[in-house]
């Protein structure tokens, strides 16, 4: 099993910090939340790309994915959505990440209506993710927050560069327990998110352990295989503790075993 975490909860942190931080605490790779007001966001031209995948690859650190905000479930017209998709595409494939996040954002649309949405914008996305060899993932979030409903969308798209991201949160919110989820989600997983909170009622983010969540359920879950990612939402709570002196015993908490 490799070991990421999430920049969502460095806000505003310049890449070097990032690389750095990752590397000195045992992480693997990072998940780069791609937004106008990060570092990272499909505005950079060709030579800042660059230099983000050197300082990365010269610590052998991976960028696992670009946490883009496509909503592949709205309403509205396909054509700005697909504009968004295409841009987190490129900007993954010249990072050299493999995956791009996006989200459902299906409102209160008929369930079905926005399954149908999602899936057709999908479907033409993964036609250019299958170029540049990226894979986009849906984020058990919002409108799908259930693993049953990303894992229908995914199985009518059918298209394997078209996965899911597990976000632990969501779908224990959802009332799914971790068996079920994995169950459904195993054919289509890019890889887990996982986090603590105290509970239904306070999403503030804690350290992993200190909270309610089933992290220890979901873990084993991944028979130490793929991707596990702490995402610590720092950005939407600034009360909550900082991440940086968080992260050593975080990466020790997911993987069972303290460094050397």
């Known amino acids: 099993m490799k070991y990421a975490f999430s920049t969502l909860g460095v806000p505003g942190m310049p890449v070097a910090d990032v690389v750095r931080l990752a590397a000195e605490t045992g992480y693997d790779g990072v998940e780069l939340r791609v937004h106008p007001d990060e570092p990272v966001h499909p505005g950079l031209v060709a030579h800042e790309r660059r230099a983000i995948a050197g300082d990365f690859a010269r610590a052998g650190v991976d960028i696992l994915a670009v946490a883009g905000y496509a909503q592949v479930a709205?309403?509205?017209?396909?054509?700005?959505?697909?504009?968004?998709?295409?841009?987190?595409?490129?900007?993954?494939?010249?990072?050299?990440?493999?995956?791009v996040r996006v989200f459902p954002g299906g409102g209160d649309q008929d369930p079905a209506e926005a399954d149908a949405t999602a899936a057709r914008r999908l479907g033409a996305a993964a036609e250019v993710a299958a170029e540049l060899g990226v894979r986009v993932l849906l984020e058990t979030h919002d409108s799908h927050r259930a693993g049953a409903d990303v894992a229908r969308v995914a199985g009518t798209v059918g298209h394997k560069h078209v996965g899911v991201v597990w976000d632990l949160m969501h779908t224990w919110l959802a009332g799914e327990e971790p068996e079920a989820t994995h169950a459904v989600l195993a054919p289509y997983l890019g890889y887990v998110q996982v986090k603590d909170i105290a509970s239904r009622e306070d999403t503030a983010p804690l350290p992993l352990g200190a909270g309610v969540l089933p992290l220890d359920a979901c873990l084993s879950l991944m028979r130490g295989e793929g991707w596990v990612c702490w995402e610590y939402e720092k950005r939407w709570y600034a009360d909550a503790a900082e991440l940086p002196p968080l992260l050593a015993a975080g990466r020790e908490r997911m993987s069972g075993t303290p460094r050397a």
């Open 74 to 99: 709205a309403a509205g017209d396909d054509e700005p959505v697909y504009e968004e998709l295409h841009r987190l595409l490129y900007l993954a494939a010249d990072l050299g990440a493999p995956y």
